[in-house]
């Protein structure tokens, strides 16, 4: 039986990975902040479906958090097969709008906690010959969307790279980039929500479906959904300027995850 591990797991898209891989059969290390929401959801997960889930309290914001999981995932005897790095959070406001010290946190959890638990993850699953890291972004990735969609573009890039860097050692790397998901994620970041179009919401559940599929298809990036991959084809075409003056005004109301 094979193990995940997933970061940002309690919930939205991080639990919604949490129940597919419980019901297709993985033992799961669950990772977030509230040790008492990941314990009733390993409880929950372990009744419905009859695997292990182990709880790991870990805030990626801080040191001895990213070493926490860092540590996990670099135990040989109890291997991680796939890796999920889910955790990530939005800032309200434009730029000069947010704190300095909250731009940094960010940066922190989008950027550094996944280049480490990547690498912590890849080396033994490179050792093994097998694996699986899926990096969550966001389609914000893609478009001029401040430090926010700045952190999720690395995030693609970083992906991209390592995963050819990888290629044949049998570990594969996926950037995953939703649009916006009817999740915990605007509410905790105090960001209305009632002006997105009721098209533009996905499903958290059909969504890591479809990622799945795209990681054992080989893909080392998923938009997990035709709306938004004619949406992405339609931003490669526009104008810059025209998108970063879009972007500047609608992102200090929300921004997808």
């Known amino acids: 039986m094979t193990t995940a591990l997933i970061t940002g797991a309690t919930a939205g898209i991080g639990a919604a990975f949490a129940r597919r891989l419980a019901a297709d059969g993985h033992n799961l290390v669950l990772v977030a902040r509230d040790t008492k929401r990941l314990q009733e959801q ?36 109890n291997p991680v097969d796939l890796l999920v790095n889910n955790a990530g959070f939005a800032n309200k406001g434009g730029f000069l709008q947010v704190s300095m010290a909250d731009e940094l946190m960010m940066l922190k959890v989008h950027c550094e906690a996944v280049l480490r638990l990547t690498a912590a993850a890849a080396e033994p699953m490179r050792e093994r010959g097998r694996g699986g890291v899926v990096n969550v972004a966001s389609v914000a990735a893609f478009v001029p969307r401040g430090t926010y969609g700045a952190s999720k573009a690395w995030v693609v890039q970083f992906t991209q790279g390592a995963a050819r860097d990888l290629a044949g050692s049998g570990v594969r790397l996926m950037a995953l980039c939703p649009g916006f998901v009817r999740t915990e994620f605007h509410q905790r970041a105090g960001m209305g929500t009632d002006s997105i179009p009721g098209w533009m919401w996905l499903d958290a559940d059909k969504l890591v479906e479809a990622a799945l599929s795209d990681l054992a298809r080989g893909k080392t990036v998923s938009i997990p959904d035709p709306r938004y991959k004619a ?3 339609l931003v490669k075409l526009a104008p810059r300027g025209v998108l970063g003056g879009l972007t500047s005004k609608t992102g200090r109301k929300y921004g997808p995850q």
């Open 42 to 77: 390993a409880t929950e997960l372990h009744d419905r479906h009859g695997i292990e889930a182990e709880v790991l309290t870990a805030d990626l914001s801080t040191e001895a958090g990213i070493s926490a999981v860092e540590k996990r995932l670099g135990n040989r005897k």
């Open 231 to 233: 949406l992405m084809g």
